[in-house]
């Protein structure tokens, strides 16, 4: 069988169909038509005969050329839905297919085959033959933009404040609305096409629903692929003080700093564990900040890394100063920028982000 190097189209899979290059030992398949008209106006993408040794049997095939979980479901529930033809039973045809897909389809009474050696094809009292393992020959094709890191991850960090909004315009106003770098700094504000495709990308993930409302549906799934695909801050320098003020003193002196120099800062997830969750940790309080060498010529301490209790990270990574939580003059970072640092940390800090984690979705359930 041919190996593509980009997501094979539905056509090409077709032609892969009707070819005969499609394996499922000890099964073979032949094409019968394409595009076999059923009831109203409804086509299924190929009639097929799938054979094994002296028993036959007729497939209606629907193709789907996507590999999202949204499209796997789209074409289960498509073949549960229409009529077939008399004598002829229901397939699934996808470039990939996970053993837990296969799976699904066993339990849905659905066979299904794919590219790369796996499958499931059921005939009632007579067989059923289940294959698994091949691997996905089409894991290089370029894949869409991962949606859960970098900016575009403010689209899905947006639905931890929110679990509904009425439209696309609403969420992007709502990021650039959160966002402290746009606000007071030169950020250019996210725009309207990113917000869309994330979107998207969260609908095919069976995240989010978009119907008379863009709801979350998975907050759990949601906060995990966060996690999974969270990147450490892009830190450009870094500084540790000691500075002759702490506490409440040295916030109240970092923030009337800050804003004469119309300068954003705010804590890191680290420094802000207390504000959400019990944590010992040290008694340093660490900052984001776009420019250091603003606040270091008016800061009055001394860089040291014997006791300092202030160390500032320079960055302009957008997503830390997202949703930025201001307690009286000073900025906290959010819950969920807390509970993504907690779970990079090691076991204690993993072990502390459990707080965090059901703070969040407790907020969620409120809202």
Not at 105 to 115: A, F, K, N, T, Y
Not at 346 to 359: I, S, W, Y
Request: proline share 4%; charged share 25%.
């Amino acid at each position: 069988m041919k190996q593509y190097r980009k997501m094979p189209t539905q056509k090409e899979m077709l032609d892969q169909l009707r070819r005969g290059l499609v394996v499922l030992t000890p099964l073979s398949f032949r094409f019968l038509e394409e595009t076999s008209s059923v009831s109203g106006n409804r086509h299924f993408d190929a009639l097929i005969e799938v054979c094994w040794n002296q028993n036959m049997a007729k497939f209606a095939v629907e193709c789907k050329a996507l590999s999202t979980p949204k499209a796997f479901w789209d074409g289960i529930n498509l073949l549960k839905s229409q009529s077939i033809p008399k004598g002829c039973y229901t397939m699934l045809f996808r470039p990939f297919f996970s053993e837990r897909q296969l799976q699904d389809l066993e339990q849905e009474r659905i066979s299904g085959i794919d590219l790369c050696g796996n499958g499931v094809v059921i005939i009632p009292g007579k067989y059923a033959v289940f294959r698994s393992g091949g691997r996905n020959k089409f894991s290089t094709s370029a894949p869409i933009k991962n949606i859960y890191r970098k900016n575009s991850s403010m689209v899905s960090r947006v639905f931890c404040l929110r679990s509904s909004y009425a439209t696309v315009q609403e969420i992007y106003l709502e990021i650039n609305r959160r966002n402290l770098l746009v606000n007071r700094w030169n950020k250019k504000p996210i725009s309207l096409s990113t917000v869309s495709k994330a979107l998207k990308t969260l609908e095919e993930d069976l995240i989010v629903a978009r119907k008379e409302i863009i709801r979350l549906l998975q907050p759990d799934k949601l906060l995990e692929k966060l996690s999974q695909y969270y990147d450490p801050p892009a830190v450009k320098k870094k500084v540790r003080l000691k500075v002759s003020v702490d506490g409440k003193a040295l916030r109240e002196l970092l923030m009337k700093l800050a804003d004469t120099m119309d300068l954003p800062i705010i804590a890191t997830g680290i420094s802000s564990v207390n504000q959400y969750a019990v944590m010992q940790r040290e008694d340093i309080l660490s900052i984001y900040c776009p420019r250091l060498e603003m606040l270091l010529k008016q800061l009055p301490g001394n860089e040291t890394d014997r006791f300092p209790n202030l160390e500032l990270l320079e960055t302009e990574d957008e997503v830390l100063y997202f949703d930025a939580r201001q307690e009286g003059d000073f900025c906290w970072a959010s819950p969920l920028q807390v509970y993504l640092e907690l779970m990079a940390g090691d076991k204690r800090d993993q072990e502390t982000a459990g707080q965090v984690l059901l703070l969040l979705l407790k907020e969620l359930e409120q809202v």
